[in-house]
């Protein structure tokens, strides 16, 4: 029952929004500028009825997952290096800080002088997230429960055991928290870099293209690609991370019980 009313809200509120843009398109009534609602819907259907337009999308897609896939890593890695090393922290926290001043359109036309076409949407999305994770990541290691670790010392724990037990319970929902606002940051960065870039084979340049046309109707429509790909890898995104959470808690309960043992 709950369920099902969440359901109702969200689809009230969906229709809401699509009622107040058609009666925008209504109020301007120049699709010049805006479009309705069912324009951008047959619009759609019509590009996804083409081979180029799910190339487009895939290969965007693709280079979204993979600037993502690596800033989580690599800002994951380097949290844990700096939570370790004072010096790593203190040499790494200018280059952080850097990164999160510095406006992406700067970061786009320097990639575009430094790597190919294809390669600077990875990058843009790669910078876009290392910072967001690190700083959760951070976060979570500073925020482990002392008493949780005093009680890893009196039992022994080894570190393998302190790492399954203690770090990574505890981290885990900074890290699930940190992937869900970098995922949203990766899209619109790595497609503007695409659109700046004119990156060949993206949804990117497809916004480029109806832009320089004045193709409103397509304009729309690629953005609510975007939209519709983000949400969706985000929801897959946090299904797979709250499987693999559920699987690594009852792997611990069934193989070590309730309490640590002594090494």
Same mark, same amino acid.
């Given at each position: +029952? ?5 359901? #109702?809200?969200?689809? *009230?509120? #969906? ?8 009666? %925008? ?12 609602? !069912? ?50 922290? &203190?040499?790494? $926290?200018?280059?952080?800080? %850097? ?11 320097? *990639? ?15 910078? +876009?997230? !290392? ?16 008493? =949780? ?14 790492? =399954?037990?203690?770090?990574?319970? $505890? ?19 790595? %497609?503007? *870099? ?15 293209? *109806?832009?320089?046309? =004045? ?8 953005? #609510? ?15 797979? %991370? ?8 009852? &792997? ?5 019980? &309730? !309490?640590?043992?002594?090494?």
């Amino acid at each position: +029952m709950k369920n099902i009313r969440k359901i #109702a809200i969200k689809t *009230a509120v #969906a229709v809401l929004w699509l009622v107040l843009w058609q009666l %925008v398109c209504v109020l301007v009534d120049m699709e010049l500028l805006v479009v309705s609602p !069912l324009t951008v819907l047959r619009r759609l259907t019509e590009l996804g009825r083409t081979a180029s337009f799910w190339q487009y999308a895939f290969y965007s897609l693709g280079r979204i997952i993979a600037g993502f896939a690596l800033g989580s890593v690599v800002g994951t890695l380097l949290a844990i290096g700096c939570s370790m090393s004072g010096f790593a922290r &203190a040499f790494f $926290s200018p280059a952080i800080t %850097v990164i999160k001043s510095t406006p992406v359109a700067s970061f786009i036309i320097l *990639a575009l002088v430094w790597l190919t076409g294809q390669y600077v949407p990875v990058f843009i999305a790669f910078l +876009m997230v !290392l910072p967001v994770v690190y700083a959760n990541v951070s976060q979570g290691i500073a925020e482990v429960d002392g008493k =949780l670790l005093e009680m890893a010392k009196v039992y022994r724990m080894s570190r393998r055991k302190k790492l =399954l037990h203690i770090y990574i319970p $505890s981290v885990l929902p900074y890290f699930m928290a940190a992937c869900r606002t970098a995922l949203g940051l990766a899209w619109k960065a790595g %497609v503007a *870099a695409e659109v700046i870039g004119v990156t060949r084979d993206s949804v990117g340049r497809q916004l480029y293209y *109806a832009k320089i046309y =004045l193709e409103t109707a397509d304009l729309f429509a690629w953005t #609510a690609v975007v939209i519709i790909m983000s949400l969706l890898l985000e929801k897959v995104f946090v299904w797979g %991370v709250e499987r693999f959470s559920d699987t690594f808690h009852l &792997a611990r309960r069934g193989q070590h019980g &309730a !309490l640590p043992e002594r090494d």
